[in-house]
Nanobody
Framework: QVHLAESGGGSVQAGDSLRLSCTTP????????IGWFRQGPGKEREFVAL????????DYADSVKDRFTISRDNAKNTVFLQMDNLEPEDTAVYYC?????????????????WGQGTQVTVSS
């Protein structure tokens, strides 16, 4: 079992930045691809970004491309989501998820383990 823990959410103004972190306390996840997803009020959970197990490849939803950056530090068992130029439409609960396939997917069903989520609220 892999337990994921997100942190770094908060309430900010449009144009501000936040950095989310995803860790696995007591467990290495260096062989997992990690994805970030979000669920806004009244919306379905959607793909945001993913990073392969070795950090060599990333993928982003069109809505966040050029504003968000995903990275990982396997030595620290941590994946980051740097979010710049935040918009009110980015308001959501953000979840990280682990995929044992190493390469990840945009599909929620491909992920085996999920965190509890962290709230991001962006006001105009």
């Amino acid at each position: 079992q892999v337990h994921l823990a997100e942190s770094g959410g908060g309430s900010v103004q449009a144009g501000d930045s936040l950095r989310l972190s995803c860790t696995t306390p007591g467990r290495t996840f260096s062989t997992f691809a990690i994805g970030w997803f979000r669920q806004g009020p009244g919306k379905e959970r959607e793909f945001v970004a993913l990073i392969t197990w070795n950090g060599r490849s990333t993928d982003y939803a069109d809505s966040v491309k050029d504003r968000f950056t995903i990275s990982r530090d396997n030595a620290k068992n941590t994946v980051f989501l740097q979010m710049d130029n935040l918009e009110p439409e980015d308001t959501a609960v953000y979840y990280c998820a682990a995929d044992q396939s190493r390469y990840g997917s945009r599909r929620l069903s491909e992920y085996h383990y999920w965190g509890q989520g962290t709230q991001v609220t962006v006001s105009s």
